[in-house]
């Protein structure tokens, strides 16, 4: 089977850096993507990785290490309104999406 | 960004009783939509995925005669749950791509509550 795992919870300051991570077993994947959701929202695109390496939009980057099977979010400059859920998600050919357990980030003043 | 909308936002029905969830992608075809479930403070769990003119994929463990999809056309993909009991309830939500892409544009959500 497939499973993505992530830390439960992270919180950090305004202004801070700071960097969820993403530890993932499957047979195989086109990509490993981020989405931020809102508490009661949506999920929302954030940034996808197809190649081991660091892509960057905006404040947010994303990692990926397909030989260390683990990828990370790097959020820069920290708002308040960064407090949500995030997750990572695996896609293969069917643009279906597996969902990583998910972080909840708290940002405080 | 493309526009995927969903309809009801919230729906309260009896146990026994079924509803209907739509999903409508407003600027864009989709030959596949997908169904999540989400239980408060957990992942997004796959349930199937939509494809326009044919059978419906579930994946492991959900059962379709439980939860009915049709996609009769490129823009709208209907998800009922049938026969609901309280343990259906929970935060439904579609999904779906303009064209072979990696970025899926989700519609906001039903939430559904079983009494």
């Known amino acids: 089977g497939q499973s993505l795992e992530q830390p439960s919870e992270v919180t950090a300051v305004e202004g801070a850096i700071v960097q969820i991570n993403c530890t993932y077993q499957t047979s195989g994947f086109y990509g490993l993507s981020w989405y931020q959701q809102h508490d009661g929202g949506a999920p929302t695109f954030l940034s996808y990785n197809a190649l081991d390496g660091l892509e960057e939009t905006g404040r947010f980057s994303s990692f990926l290490s397909r030989s260390d099977s683990y990828g990370y979010l790097l959020l820069q400059e920290l708002q308040m309104k960064d407090s949500a859920s995030y997750f990572c998600?695996?896609?293969?050919?069917?643009?279906?999406?597996?969902f990583g357990t998910g972080t909840l980030l708290a940002v405080q003043p | 960004g493309a526009v995927v909308s969903q309809h009801p936002s919230w729906v309260i029905c009896k146990s026994g009783t079924s509803v209907k969830i739509e999903c409508r992608s407003l600027?864009?075809?989709?030959?596949?939509m997908f169904w999540y479930r989400q239980f408060p403070k957990q992942s997004l769990m796959l349930m199937a995925t939509?494809?326009?003119?044919?059978?419906?994929?579930?994946e492991q463990g959900v059962e379709k005669d439980k939860f009915l999809i049709n996609h009769a056309s490129l823009t709208l993909s209907t998800l009922t749950v049938t026969s609901a009991h309280p343990e259906d309830s929970s935060f439904y939500i579609c999904s779906a791509g303009p064209g072979q892409g990696y970025e899926q544009y989700f519609g906001p959500g039903t939430r559904l509550t079983v009494t």
């Open positions: 939509s494809n326009e003119g044919s059978k419906a994929t579930y």
């Open positions: 998600a695996i896609g293969g050919a069917t643009n279906k999406l597996i």
């Open positions: 600027d864009f075809q989709a030959t596949t």
